[in-house]
């Protein structure tokens, strides 16, 4: 057999396994499509809530007042990637306070829950951190020129 006659063979084989998946395709939407009726539903709507329904995902359940359980402590800020920490006053008086016992910015951050650059605002807006000051230099610039 030579090589025309076995790429002949294989399109012959592409298009007969193209005309199987088109015929699977089109029993497989048939199939589908008689499912509701097959267990005694007159629409798809209702046939899909049952099927919603059998596995769990589809039942809503009803939240009622629970008596007997005590309201829960609300919870210290975390710094999550992704989510922002509620910078509120307090917050601002706990870094305040950490910073002056000593507390370094990463120490005060992983404690609180917040994040670094957030510590160092607060600190800022208290006047705890001091301003960089470019250094003034009187000396003339010297260029040097290019040789001839």
Known sequence: MSFIDQLAELEKAKAKLAQA???????RVAA??????DYGYSNLNDFIKAL???DGKGVKKVKGPKADKA???PKAPKASKGKRAKITDEVKAQVKALAE???????????LGISQPSVQNIKK??????TRSVAQVDAPVVVAEPAV
Do not use: H
């Not at 998946?21 to 029993?27: F, I, M, Y």
């Not at 589908?32 to 009726?37: E, H, N």
């Not at 807006?125 to 001091?130: E, L, Q």
């Open 52 to 54: 919603k329904e059998a």
């Open 101 to 111: 016992a000593g507390k370094t910015g990463q120490e005060i951050a992983k404690e």
């Open 71 to 73: 309201p829960k402590a």
């Open 21 to 27: 998946e088109a015929k699977l395709s089109a029993d």
């Open 125 to 130: 807006a208290f006047g705890m951190v001091k």
């Open 32 to 37: 589908l499509s008689k499912l509701p009726s």
